[in-house]
């Protein structure tokens, strides 16, 4: 029952009909009711899981975010953020317990995917009639596609699409039905990519070419990983895209490098506790448009520090497995791994995409993120149990680690930001 309700949870946080325009007013609120039974039959079921430093950090992360408020003087936009962002670290707790098995995770990627697919498919419907089934047009300014609440950015919907692009071409590769679920789902990932072309994210369309040369790199090296994925970049500009105008010189691009240099500068105004959670934009006309310096200048260094441990734990996971060579005594272990090893690679692949993309996003406190954190926790959970030698990591021995890690990061985000200026 626990993996049922979280996944209608799942699919109501990426379809969102509860925000079509003919249902606003006569549907009773159906996410917050479905994440209440989603947290109730995690309440109620056992054992609890909590092994991983992804939960200790996403607490912590959250108790960051109400401390920097209160460190900014607003003692009330703690509870505000309790009961905004609450839910989103809930969230990452219930579907990281709810995953169990290599079955449960390979039917998450599904219902990822499939959801995904269904906005694809109401940016196709956009895109040729001027308007989706839910009442949202194409963003008057450039023809792109959106969709409602919380993507109706289109980056945002790229974001997702980059994240499910991978699950996509695995579930293509699983084969059955006689070769029609193979292209079943090769069709799906042929429409996620025509939807990011629609959304005409740049981030997006960096993040596909980030995938690429992941995967070529983990497969077949770094240099052929480097010619594929320049020779690809330089294809991909001569496309009737946004990317034509990728130039720090661009006024879109200037304005978010500008929003970058502010970023920087409220972290060294309040180094610590940061400027506090969603205050970016009373300091700058826009949002920081990336989710290391939002993280940097809202939370501070402590903030900072926390949310990137949890990032870096995640690929540190998904690499662990990419990278392990059991020692197999039978078939049947050699098959359990197999499709470990290439759950492994998929969301590898996924974080890959969506940090990529998240790179030039304020996207550090979105639901996508922690969901896909999630599954990532929980399929490593898994492969630990099933293979006992994949490495265990623990927060206590890596806190030098954390601090160095962050130091590092803050100082490249400031050597970039002062090179693209």
């Known amino acids: 029952m626990l993996f049922f309700l979280t996944l209608l949870y799942v699919a109501l946080v990426i379809v969102r009909p509860q925000e079509y325009p003919e249902f606003v007013d006569s549907v009773p609120p159906i996410l917050?009711?479905?994440?209440?039974?989603?947290?109730?039959?995690?309440?109620?079921?056992?054992?609890?899981?909590?092994?991983?430093?992804?939960?200790?950090?996403?607490?912590?992360?959250?108790?960051?975010?109400?401390?920097?408020?209160?460190?900014?003087?607003?003692?009330?936009?703690?509870?505000?953020?309790?009961?905004?962002?609450?839910?989103?670290?809930?969230?990452?707790?219930?579907?990281?317990?709810?995953?169990?098995?290599?079955?449960?995770?390979?039917?998450?990627?599904?219902?990822?995917?499939?959801?995904?697919?269904?906005?694809?498919?109401?940016?196709?419907?956009?895109?040729?009639?001027g308007i989706g089934w839910t009442g949202m047009p194409l963003v008057?300014?450039?023809?792109?596609?959106?969709?409602?609440?919380?993507?109706?950015?289109?980056?945002?919907?790229?974001?997702?699409?980059?994240?499910?692009?991978?699950?996509?071409?695995?579930?293509?590769?699983?084969?059955?039905?006689?070769?029609?679920?193979?292209?079943f789902w090769l069709a799906i990932a042929g429409l996620l990519v025509y939807g990011i072309y629609l959304t005409n994210s740049r981030g997006a369309m960096l993040a596909v070419g980030a995938i690429i040369g992941v995967w070529l790199w983990l497969r077949r090296g770094l240099v052929i990983a480097a010619v594929v994925c320049g020779a690809g970049l330089a294809g991909m500009m001569m496309l009737p895209t946004r990317l034509q105008e990728l130039d720090a010189g661009e006024e879109s691009a200037a304005g978010r490098i500008d929003a970058w240099y502010v970023g920087i500068h409220l972290f060294t105004s309040q180094p610590l506790f940061g400027v506090g959670a969603g205050q970016f934009t009373e300091h700058n006309?826009?949002?920081?448009?990336?989710?290391?310096?939002?993280?940097?200048?809202?939370?501070?260094?402590?903030?900072?520090?926390?949310?990137?441990?949890?990032?870096?734990?995640?690929?540190?996971?998904?690499?662990?497995?990419?990278?392990?060579?059991?020692?197999?005594?039978?078939?049947?272990?050699?098959?359990?791994?197999?499709?470990?090893s290439k759950l492994g690679m998929t969301l590898l692949l996924s974080l890959c995409g969506l940090f990529t993309a998240a790179f030039f996003l304020s996207r550090t406190y979105v639901i996508v993120l922690y969901l896909l954190a999630a599954v990532v926790v929980a399929e490593y959970a898994g492969a630990q149990n099933r293979f006992p030698d994949l490495p265990t990591f623990r927060i206590g021995r890596d806190v030098m680690r954390l601090l160095m890690t962050s130091a590092v990061g803050v100082v490249?985000?400031?050597?970039?930001?002062?090179?693209?200026?």
């Open 412 to 421: 490249a985000l400031f050597v970039i930001t002062r090179v693209l200026l």
């Open 32 to 129: 917050p009711i479905s994440f209440v039974a989603a947290l109730l039959a995690w309440l109620a079921s056992s054992p609890k899981r909590f092994a991983e430093p992804q939960y200790a950090l996403a607490g912590a992360f959250l108790l960051t975010v109400m401390m920097s408020e209160i460190a900014n003087g607003w003692s009330g936009g703690a509870l505000q953020q309790l009961s905004q962002f609450g839910p989103t670290i809930f969230a990452f707790v219930i579907l990281a317990n709810a995953i169990t098995t290599q079955k449960r995770v390979v039917v998450t990627m599904v219902v990822f995917v499939l959801c995904s697919a269904v906005l694809a498919v109401h940016g196709v419907e956009q895109k040729a009639n």
């Open 285 to 340: 006309y826009l949002t920081a448009h990336n989710s290391f310096v939002l993280a940097l200048a809202e939370t501070g260094f402590i903030g900072f520090t926390i949310w990137l441990g949890f990032v870096v734990y995640c690929f540190r996971m998904m690499f662990a497995i990419v990278r392990y060579k059991p020692v197999l005594q039978t078939d049947e272990e050699a098959d359990l791994w197999s499709t470990e």
């Open 140 to 183: 008057q300014e450039d023809g792109r596609i959106q969709y409602v609440g919380i993507f109706s950015d289109p980056n945002d919907l790229g974001l997702l699409f980059v994240a499910t692009l991978p699950m996509a071409m695995y579930l293509s590769g699983r084969g059955g039905m006689l070769g029609l679920a193979r292209i």
